[in-house]
């Protein structure tokens, strides 16, 4: 059962500006070192690996070693589904200036590349995946509600058409004990309205990025939508006007 304690203790841990700028820096689904993610949040390596021992502990961080390298990554989908909904709820929230600039995070819809286009752990987000999912809600090729999600025939009939490995992601779902769903809504904190998540979401970006429709940008979780991806997305999910 879930205690105030425990809800405190989560919460201390994000609430720090350098640990909170490390996990931000894991949300595009890759795991990086400590010397890397110290760089990212503006401290020495040793206070990084500090602040990452007490990360990894708490469960919200795993770590893996290769050779000499430790690299650390978001522990599961769940912790970036939080950290997403954090940010949201801090876009709509606002707060001072300064705070923003000293976290050095992006607190809300500021940058164009995140806005229209990147990664949440490992599905898409931003105006591109909002658009896509809003299609095939329109179409009847997917039922999202508050509280979860589901494909239907026609749209799995159209995830086919277009490549998506539909029996991997539900193979993975299906793995992981129910710790991972096939498909559930996520909010998105620059477009205010759901993304698709889960399995099926993951398997959808999956595509996307070995396609070539969409590249990712280094040093950042946007991504890059490729002329191609324009006009294989826009003519599958009628995104013309998303440029």
């Not at 999956?206 to 490729?226: F, K, M, Y």
Request: glycine residues 10%; proline residues 3%; hydrophobic residues 45%.
């Amino acid at each position: 059962m879930l205690t105030t304690s425990a809800l405190a203790e989560t919460a201390a841990l994000v609430g720090d500006i350098a640990r909170a700028s490390m996990l931000s820096a894991l949300m595009d689904g890759r795991a990086l070192t400590a010397t890397e993610l110290a760089h990212t949040a503006g401290i020495t390596p040793q206070t990084a690996s500090a602040h990452l021992a007490r990360l990894t502990e708490a469960g919200l961080l795993a770590m893996e070693r290769q050779g000499r390298h430790r690299y650390h990554r978001l522990a599961s989908p769940a912790i970036a589904h939080m950290l997403e909904s954090i940010m949201s709820v801090a876009a709509d929230l606002g707060g001072p200036e300064r705070i923003r600039r000293k976290a050095n995070l992006v607190m809300g819809p500021r940058d164009k590349a995140l806005r229209h286009a990147r990664t949440c752990y490992d599905h898409l987000a931003g105006e591109i995946a909002v658009a896509m999912t809003d299609r095939m809600v329109e179409r009847g090729q997917i039922d999202l509600t508050a509280d979860g999600g589901s494909l239907t025939e026609a749209g799995a009939v159209f995830l086919r058409h277009l490549g998506v490995d539909l029996d991997t992601a539900a193979a993975r779902a299906a793995r992981r004990g129910g710790g991972r769903v096939f498909c559930r809504p996520c909010l998105d904190w620059s477009e205010r309205r759901p993304h698709i998540a889960g399995a099926l979401g993951a398997a959808i970006c999956e595509r996307c990025l070995t396609h070539g429709w969409l590249r990712r940008i280094e040093g950042s979780r946007a991504l890059d939508v490729t002329p191609s991806g324009y006009l294989a997305l826009g003519k599958a999910f009628d995104l013309r006007t998303l440029r």
